[in-house]
């Protein structure tokens, strides 16, 4: 499976930005998506993740209330939206897929074996 992630940018801060993750080669349907960031000198860390039927989320507490996560089975495409941007959270985003057993979302960067190349938001305050 390939993933090609985009939507990355500079904004100021309060603005809003989408990010997509195009998946192509395999049955996007069957993966849990995650997005994950890394910002300079610090760790990976997720951000979001849906199950493959979206009926489960998962959300870190630094983006909850701020951040959505979407997919479009059809499009083969995973989403997401995020607004009132922070400086905080300028970093490297990427997304990954998972394939868990069960239609849930995963948490652990270690679970997912597919990554796209990341995009990079840079927030400016």
């Known amino acids: 499976v390939q993933l090609q992630a985009s939507g990355g940018g500079l904004v100021q801060t309060g603005d809003s930005l989408r990010l997509s993750c195009a998946a192509s080669?395999?049955?996007?349907?069957?993966?849990?998506l995650g997005w994950f960031r890394q910002a300079p000198g610090k760790e990976r860390e997720i951000v979001v993740s849906?199950?493959?039927?979206?009926?489960?989320?998962y959300y870190a507490d630094s983006v909850k209330g701020r951040f959505t996560v979407s997919r479009d089975n059809a499009k083969n495409t995973g989403y997401l939206q995020m607004n009132s941007l922070k400086p905080e959270d300028t970093a490297v985003y990427f997304c990954?897929?998972?394939?868990?057993?069960?239609?849930?979302?995963?948490?652990?960067?270690?679970?997912?074996?597919?990554w796209g190349q990341g995009t990079l938001v840079t927030v400016s305050s």
């Open positions: 990954a897929l998972s394939l868990p057993l069960v239609d849930n979302v995963r948490v652990r960067s270690t679970d997912y074996p597919y």
């Open positions: 080669g395999g049955s996007f349907s069957r993966y849990a």
């Open positions: 849906i199950s493959r039927s979206s009926g489960r989320t």
